[in-house]
């Protein structure tokens, strides 16, 4: 059951990158919970008529799209935004050629936090992403769990892109200290029938060293999403958001002393615990995993 709205949730929120894994999870979680939500993406072209709810196709790095979604500006949408959440972007490294992810994704980070300032909008909630951290971590990680506290190390075109949102994010709120902008850094989004996968990964722990074993599922990332909605401390911020375990069946401990010998082990970890540290989330967003993909299927295969 969807918590009840907290009283300092926006009414109404736009939502792009809407129909991605992510998205539509984060959509029928505001919905549930009451928010009127406009749902935004480009995804094929689609027919708005084929999507479940209020749809609107936009192109994202075209600024004049953007401020017309968020004001009320095309037929049959109202305005009245009090938030937006940006998840819309090239979602991986390798997808597209670097040039044309940059290009996509630098573009419509800004027209998004632009037009989001231009029409008095002053809640952005964004997709940062764990890569910022240093994944692949072919270079070991400075200590783990890894948290927010150590600058971002970005290995890939992609995610060179999302530290410079969050610095973006920095200069946004400095020029307009009434902005509160969080970055919400995902790690690998799951849903339910993704779980299917995990035993196979039981055998080699290096198969998902590049993320320190971590995940998400979709329905806590929008979990985060909806606290982070209600955060109302201006200025930016960036969050770790994991769920509470990894995706192996072999301690946390044990895999940093096979994988990871060399780096410092920073207090001590629960059994499973997720070495992409969300306490930071937790303790500020009031966040907290509630789902497992050992609720779904056998650790052992």
Same mark, same amino acid.
């Given at each position: 059951?969807?918590?009840?709205?907290?009283?300092?949730?926006?009414?109404?929120v736009?939502?792009?990158?809407?129909?991605g894994?992510?998205?539509?999870? +984060?959509v029928?979680?505001l919905? *549930? *919970?009451?928010?009127?939500? $406009?749902?935004?993406?480009?995804?094929?072209?689609r027919?708005p008529r084929?999507?479940?709810?209020?749809?609107? $196709?936009?192109?994202?790095?075209?600024?004049?799209?953007? +401020?017309?979604?968020f004001?009320?500006?095309?037929?049959?949408?109202a305005?009245?935004?009090?938030a937006? +959440?940006?998840?819309?972007?090239?979602p *991986?490294?390798?997808?597209?050629?670097?040039?044309?992810?940059?290009?996509n @994704?630098?573009?419509?980070?800004?027209?998004?936090?632009?037009?989001?300032?231009?029409a008095?909008?002053?809640?952005?909630?964004?997709?940062?992403?764990?890569?910022?951290?240093g994944?692949?971590?072919?270079? #070991?990680?400075?200590y783990?769990? +890894?948290d927010?506290?150590?600058?971002p190390?970005?290995e890939?075109t992609?995610?060179?892109?999302?530290?410079?949102?969050e610095e973006?994010?920095?200069?946004?709120?400095?020029?307009?200290?009434?902005?509160?902008m969080?970055? $919400?850094?995902?790690?690998?989004?799951?849903?339910?029938?993704?779980?299917?996968?995990?035993?196979?990964?039981?055998?080699?722990?290096?198969?998902?060293?590049?993320?320190?074993?971590?995940?998400?599922?979709?329905?806590?990332g929008?979990?985060?999403v909806?606290? %982070?909605? %209600?955060?109302?401390?201006? =200025? %930016?911020?960036?969050?770790?958001?994991?769920n509470?375990?990894?995706?192996? @069946?072999?301690?946390s401990?044990?895999?940093?002393?096979?994988?990871y010998?060399?780096?410092?082990?920073? =207090?001590?970890?629960?059994e /499973?615990?997720?070495? $992409?540290?969300?306490?930071?989330?937790?303790?500020?967003?009031?966040?907290? #995993?509630? /789902?497992?993909?050992?609720?779904h299927?056998?650790?052992?295969?």
């Amino acid at each position: 059951m969807t918590d009840p709205v907290p009283s300092t949730l926006p009414t109404r929120v736009v939502v792009t990158g809407a129909t991605g894994k992510l998205g539509r999870a +984060v959509v029928a979680h505001l919905r *549930a *919970a009451g928010v009127d939500v $406009l749902a935004v993406d480009r995804a094929g072209g689609r027919d708005p008529r084929d999507v479940d709810g209020e749809f609107l $196709l936009v192109d994202l790095t075209d600024y004049g799209q953007v +401020v017309e979604a968020f004001t009320g500006g095309a037929d049959e949408h109202a305005g009245g935004v009090g938030a937006v +959440v940006h998840l819309a972007a090239v979602p *991986a490294p390798g997808l597209l050629p670097n040039a044309v992810t940059f290009a996509n @994704n630098s573009a419509a980070t800004y027209n998004v936090f632009a037009a989001a300032r231009a029409a008095g909008i002053r809640r952005v909630v964004w997709a940062s992403s764990e890569t910022v951290l240093g994944l692949p971590f072919d270079t #070991p990680p400075p200590y783990a769990p +890894v948290d927010e506290e150590y600058p971002p190390r970005p290995e890939s075109t992609y995610s060179l892109n999302k530290a410079l949102e969050e610095e973006m994010a920095r200069h946004f709120c400095r020029w307009d200290p009434e902005l509160v902008m969080v970055g $919400l850094r995902f790690s690998n989004v799951m849903d339910v029938e993704d779980y299917a996968a995990f035993p196979s990964f039981q055998a080699d722990p290096r198969l998902r060293r590049w993320n320190l074993w971590g995940y998400i599922d979709a329905r806590d990332g929008a979990q985060a999403v909806e606290r %982070a909605l %209600a955060h109302d401390r201006p =200025g %930016a911020d960036v969050f770790i958001i994991a769920n509470a375990d990894t995706v192996m @069946n072999r301690s946390s401990a044990d895999l940093m002393a096979e994988v990871y010998p060399g780096v410092e082990v920073r =207090g001590e970890l629960g059994e /499973h615990e997720t070495l $992409l540290s969300i306490d930071k989330a937790r303790r500020v967003l009031g966040y907290e #995993p509630r /789902h497992s993909w050992r609720d779904h299927v056998d650790p052992a295969g």
